[in-house]
C-alpha cells in the first residue's frame, strides 16, 4: 500500500471525487494508517502532530460509515472554535450525501441549537458542557450514536473535561465505534480511553509530544517588563501572519491593545470575548484585515490559518504539552515555520520540561541586561554557563 493516493485506502468513489474537487491529493500519514481501519469500524487511539489532518482522518470513515448504517455521529472537542472548525471540514464531505451536521457549543443560541436538533442532523459537535446542557433539557438523547469521535482528548482532560466525558459515555450505547485523536497521549489518558472501547487499534506517527518537525524554535531570556518592546522587535524583524499566545485574558487583551496602539493591526481571541467577537477575530485574522492575532490557549487547537508564519509564545504555556499545541499552528501541512517563546530567567526549569517532551534541545539567547539561566536546561546541572555577545546581534547566546 503505497502513500501517495486516496485511491488506495478504501474510500468510496464518490468521496474520492469530492477530495479530488477539494485539492486533497495524498493522504498524510495520520490519514492513510487511520482511515481503513475507521473504515472496518474498528475503534482507534490516535497519535499525530497537530496539523497533520486528523480531521480527516476521522472524517472520511464517519460520513462513509454513516451513509451504510444506522445511527449518528458524535464529535467532542475542547473548545468552541475547534468545533466550527471541524464541523466546516466534515460539511465539505457530508453535504453532498444529505448528511447535516450540526454544532453544540458555549456562547452561542440555545434556540437555534434546538431548531437545528429538531431536524434531526446526522452529526453532532460539540463541546462537552454545551452537550450535557441539552441532554439535562431532554433536547438530545445519545442513544442512537454509533461512532464516537474524542478530539484534542488529552487538551479535554487537562480543561477538567473529564467528568462531563464519562457522563457522556455512560449514556452511550455500548455497541459503537469509538476514536480517540490526539497531538500527546499521557499515560492516564490512555488508561481511561481504553476502558471504553473494544480492542483499539493504537495509530502512532509521531511519538506523543513530537513538535512539527518544519518549525525552527528559539527561546529568549527577558525580564517580564521588557516583553512588550521585545514583542515589538520580533514584529518587526519577521514579516507575514503572526499568533501570539498569551498565559491569560487580561495579559492578551492589554499585549492586543498596546499592538493597535502602535499601528500594528491585531485581533484577540480568549474567554472575555464573546463568541461573536472570537469569530469576527478569527475571520479577521484569516482574511488578511489582521496580521496578528493575540490568543491565550483556547486557540491553541482551534485555529486552522494557512501559512501563520509566526508563532511568539509572549508567555511559557502551564504546562509543556500545550507548547507542542501552540507552535503547531505554524509549520502545518509539510510548510515552514517559525516559533519563538519568551522565558523570563526563572523559567529554566518549564524550558527543560518543553525540551525533555519534545525531545529537541532549543536555541536560547538572552537579552543584553536582562539576567540569564543559570546554565542551559540541556546541560549538566554540575556546570553553569557564561554569555558571549553574538557578534551582530542584539542577543547574547548561550555557551
Given at each position: 500500500?503505497t ?10 468513489h ?12 495524498t ?5 492513510h ?6 473504515l ?5 487511539i ?12 476521522f ?13 449518528r ?8 472554535e ?16 444529505g ?38 433539557q431532554?433536547?438530545?438523547t ?11 482528548a488529552?487538551r ?16 452511550l450505547?455500548?455497541d ?14 490512555v488508561?481511561?480511553?481504553t476502558?471504553?472501547?473494544?480492542l483499539?487499534?493504537?495509530?502512532e506517527?509521531?511519538?506523543?509530544g513530537?513538535?512539527?518537525e518544519?518549525v525552527?524554535?528559539?527561546i ?6 521588557a ?17 501570539v499566545?498569551?498565559r ?16 500594528y493591526?491585531?485581533?484577540e481571541i ?6 461573536a467577537?472570537r ?10 484585515r ?5 490568543a ?6 482551534g ?5 501563520i ?32 517563546s ?21 536555541k536560547i539567547?538572552?537579552l ?14 554540575s ?17
Amino acid at each position: 500500500m503505497t502513500t501517495d493516493s486516496f485511491h488506495n485506502l478504501g474510500i468510496s468513489h464518490e468521496i474520492l471525487t469530492i477530495l479530488d474537487q477539494l485539492h486533497f491529493k495524498t493522504p498524510t500519514p495520520i490519514q492513510h494508517q487511520s482511515i481503513p481501519a475507521g473504515l472496518a469500524g474498528k475503534d482507534i487511539i490516535g497519535i499525530a502532530q497537530t496539523g497533520t489532518g486528523k480531521t480527516l482522518a476521522f472524517g472520511i470513515p464517519m460520513v462513509q460509515r454513516l451513509q451504510t448504517i444506522a445511527g449518528r455521529g458524535l464529535i467532542l472537542l475542547p473548545t468552541r472554535e475547534l468545533a466550527l472548525q471541524v464541523n466546516e471540514m466534515i460539511q465539505k464531505i457530508a453535504r453532498s450525501f444529505g448528511i447535516s451536521s450540526t454544532v453544540l457549543i458555549g456562547g452561542e443560541s440555545m434556540f437555534h441549537q434546538i431548531n437545528a436538533l429538531r431536524r434531526r442532523p446526522r452529526i453532532l459537535v460539540a463541546t462537552p458542557g454545551r452537550l450535557i446542557d441539552h441532554m439535562q433539557q431532554k433536547f438530545v438523547t445519545l442513544e442512537e450514536v454509533s461512532i464516537l469521535v474524542l478530539d484534542e482528548a488529552d487538551r479535554m482532560f487537562d480543561m477538567g473535561f473529564a467528568p462531563q466525558i464519562n457522563q457522556i459515555i455512560r449514556r452511550l450505547p455500548t455497541d459503537r465505534q469509538t476514536l480517540l485523536y490526539s497531538a500527546t497521549m499521557p499515560h492516564a489518558i490512555v488508561n481511561i480511553a481504553t476502558a471504553h472501547m473494544k480492542l483499539p487499534v493504537r495509530v502512532e506517527v509521531a511519538p506523543s509530544g513530537t513538535a512539527a518537525e518544519n518549525v525552527e524554535h528559539e527561546i529568549i531570556v527577558v525580564e517580564k517588563e521588557a516583553k512588550q518592546p521585545l514583542l515589538e522587535t520580533v514584529l518587526r524583524e519577521n514579516q507575514g501572519t503572526v499568533l501570539v499566545f498569551s498565559r491569560t485574558k487580561i495579559g492578551a487583551r492589554k499585549i492586543c491593545r498596546n499592538l493597535n496602539f502602535k499601528g500594528y493591526r491585531a485581533g484577540e481571541i480568549h474567554a472575555d470575548r464573546s463568541q461573536a467577537q472570537r469569530k469576527q477575530a478569527l475571520a479577521g485574522f484569516k482574511n488578511g484585515r489582521y496580521r496578528i492575532l493575540v490568543a491565550t490557549d483556547i486557540a491553541a487547537r482551534g485555529i486552522d490559518v494557512k501559512d501563520i508564519a509566526l508563532v511568539i509564545n509572549f508567555d511559557l504555556p502551564d504546562n509543556s504539552e500545550d507548547y507542542v499545541h501552540r507552535i503547531g499552528r505554524t509549520g502545518r501541512a509539510g510548510r515552514e515555520g517559525k516559533a519563538i517563546s519568551f522565558a523570563t530567567p526563572d523559567q529554566k526549569w518549564d524550558v527543560r520540561d518543553i525540551e525533555k517532551l519534545i525531545r529537541k534541545t532549543l536555541k536560547i539567547v538572552s537579552l543584553p541586561g536582562s539576567s540569564s539561566f543559570i546554565e542551559h536546561a540541556a546541560k549538566p546541572a554540575s556546570r553553569t554557563r557564561s554569555f558571549r555577545p553574538r557578534r551582530g546581534s542584539r542577543f547574547r547566546k548561550f555557551r
